[in-house]
């Protein structure tokens, strides 16, 4: 999972909350079952990343947290992007 956005000096926050209830975001990078987020950052444009060497069947709840940005009024249009069967 991959999350991206367009506006520099901005801080966009990946929340991942996995079928077995761990919740990976930036400070808890490593989760027991194996997932993590690569990387937390901070002033823009992405990309923070979710991966996991063997993915738990089941729901998987995705969140975005607009963290902050250095430009008072910017607007910021995120993705995310799904990978599977890498």
């Known amino acids: 999972m991959l999350l991206s956005w367009d506006t520099d000096g901005t801080d966009l926050?990946?929340?991942?909350?996995t079928p077995d209830g761990g919740h990976c975001f930036y400070a808890n990078r490593v989760?027991?079952?194996g997932g993590a987020l690569d990387v937390d950052v901070t002033?823009?444009?992405?990309?923070?990343?979710?991966?996991t060497p063997a993915p738990l069947p089941g729901t998987y709840l995705v969140?975005?947290?607009?963290?902050?940005?250095?430009?008072e009024g910017d607007i910021t249009v995120a993705q995310v992007t799904i990978i599977t069967n890498e």
Request: charged share 10%.
């Open 13 to 17: 926050d990946l929340h991942v909350v």
């Open 63 to 71: 969140f975005l947290n607009y963290y902050g940005s250095g430009s």
């Open 31 to 33: 989760l027991a079952n």
């Open 43 to 51: 002033s823009g444009y992405g990309p923070e990343i979710f991966g």
